[in-house]
């Protein structure tokens, strides 16, 4: 990898790895949806999911579709020209990367004993998790991300292996940062999106 392949991986790899496996989120040959696939943690998420066996939809925009294939998914779903929760699939595990789609659709989307894992869950999303949880026997799980050497270890395998890799929209000096910044919030950006920072070398 290059120093810049290698910046986006601590972050947005962990999220999705801890995500998928840490909490049980995916096993072999699951179905396994993930919604936001060609965002940082998405792309991760995707090939992280295939490289445990698992039979991946990834859900991104048009721009997106071909390049979310191109990292492994089994089937990619254009949002903008079909609802992925209304497709009548059912789903062992959906992980919803940007926090966009219908709870409620989602959680109809699910096998019994199914796991619907948000990644950035807002109030309302989390109450009604709690409820499902009361309910039924479906389980929604709340993401978050830790610094565990281990897991940086394993993703290291799994980058040497050729099983994962960065993708990287753009790249900014330091200097630009303000304006990477204002480029990410913009909601587009396809992967990751990655500072430079030009060592100086002393006499």
């Not at 090939?47 to 066996?53: D, L, M, N, R």
């Not at 309910?135 to 940086?152: R, Y």
Request: net charge positive.
């Amino acid at each position: 990898m290059t120093f810049e392949e290698a910046a986006a991986v601590p972050q947005a790899a962990l999220v999705a790895l801890q995500g998928l496996c840490d909490k049980g989120l995916i096993q072999p040959r699951q179905k396994v949806l993930i919604n936001g696939a060609s965002s940082g943690v998405g792309t991760f998420a995707v090939q992280i999911a295939k490289s445990f066996g698992a039979k991946v939809t990834g859900v991104c925009s048009t721009r997106n579709v071909d390049m979310v294939r191109s990292i492994g998914a089994d089937q990619v779903i254009d949002y903008a020209q079909e609802d992925s929760t209304k497709s009548g699939e059912a789903y062992d595990a959906i992980f919803d990367v940007v926090g966009k789609g219908s709870f409620t659709r989602s959680e109809r989307s699910l096998k019994q004993n199914g796991r619907y894992l948000l990644a950035n869950p807002g109030l309302s999303q989390m109450v009604r998790g709690l409820w499902t949880l009361m309910i039924s026997s479906k389980k929604v799980i709340f993401g978050s991300a830790s610094e565990q050497a281990e897991d940086l270890i394993f993703l290291k395998e799994l980058i040497e292996a050729g099983k994962i890799k960065s993708v990287i929209d753009r790249r900014y000096p330091l200097e630009k940062i303000a304006e990477a910044h204002s480029y990410v919030e913009k909601g587009h950006k396809k992967g990751n999106v990655v500072i430079t920072v030009e060592r100086s070398v002393g006499k």
